[in-house]
């Protein structure tokens, strides 16, 4: 697999270029930075893995849109916009989003379905923490994590469940709360919390490194770059590892 990483200078971006670097079945052909910022030869990438910024991530896309031969995309930057989902949606080549690539998320994800669906009585939490220098709030993952227990506990409710962030009144019955915490150099903490009144449950990732974002991007690469023409998600590839 010809391989680029497009944000290489970034935290992640540099996880991403080590790992692929040590990888005998990747050959990494260019590194994208501010500097080093080439896209003929960014373009010549089987698949482009992208952990940048929403202004530049939108830029990739545009650009890689208008080639007649389109690079797979492999995107994981957060804080992207519905303007940028709305011109995804017409990428004419294979997609994969994920707000978090962790495979420890991945399950959390899959563990919450469950937990919204047979504890739909409970009241639910979500409390995230992030290193002081992450721009975005509620992070990616927290969204992710929300909208799944928002959609399953609407279902099993059968009544509309809000998402409310920062909260500052009484709690409403029907609503999943948010908070967001940030300090140090926190790689990644995510709670979703189901309480009644007499237990508790609680679902909690942490990541110690953000190394296994850059891991996780890795193997989702090699199997994307096998799989047939279209857009796909972390589900995806958790159905996948599911049926190996």
């Known amino acids: 697999m010809k391989l680029a990483i ?3 200078s970034g ?13 005998e ?45 389109k690079p797979i995309l492999l995107v994981g930057t957060t804080g992207l916009n519905e303007e940028y989902f709305e011109l995804a949606k017409n990428y004419n080549a294979s997609f994969f ?5 962790s495979l420890g998320v991945a399950l959390l994800n899959e563990l919450v379905k469950k937990a919204a669906t047979m504890l739909k009585d409970f009241d639910v939490e979500i409390l995230e923490m992030h290193h002081n220098q992450k721009v975005d709030a509620p992070s990616g993952t927290a969204l992710t994590l929300a909208n799944t227990a928002k959609t399953y506990l609407s ?4 009544e509309q469940v809000n998402l409310v ?11 999943i709360g948010m908070a967001s ?12 919390g189901f309480y009644s009144n007499d237990e508790s449950v609680q679902l909690i990732h ?9 891991i996780g991007a890795i193997k989702i690469a090699k199997w994307l770059i096998n799989q047939k023409t279209a857009h796909y998600t972390m589900g995806d590839f958790v159905n996948y590892l599911m049926q190996k």
Do not use: C, W
Request: charged share 25%; net charge positive.
């Open 6 to 8: 497009y944000g290489a």
């Open 11 to 23: 935290k992640m971006g540099k996880e991403l270029v080590a790992l692929a670097k040590n990888d």
């Open 25 to 69: 079945k990747i050959n990494l052909i260019y590194e994208f930075t501010s500097k080093n910022n080439n896209f003929d030869k960014l373009f010549q990438a089987d698949l482009i893995i992208d952990f940048s910024t929403p202004v530049a991530s939108k830029q990739l896309l545009m650009k890689a849109s208008l080639l007649e031969k």
């Open 97 to 101: 989003y994920s707000s978090n690539t």
């Open 155 to 158: 279902k099993a409710r059968n």
């Open 165 to 175: 962030f920062n909260r500052t009144e009484k709690r409403n019955k029907n609503e």
């Open 181 to 192: 915490l940030r300090g140090g150099n926190v790689a990644g903490y995510h709670n979703v």
């Open 206 to 214: 942490n990541a110690n490194s953000r190394a296994i974002f850059a």
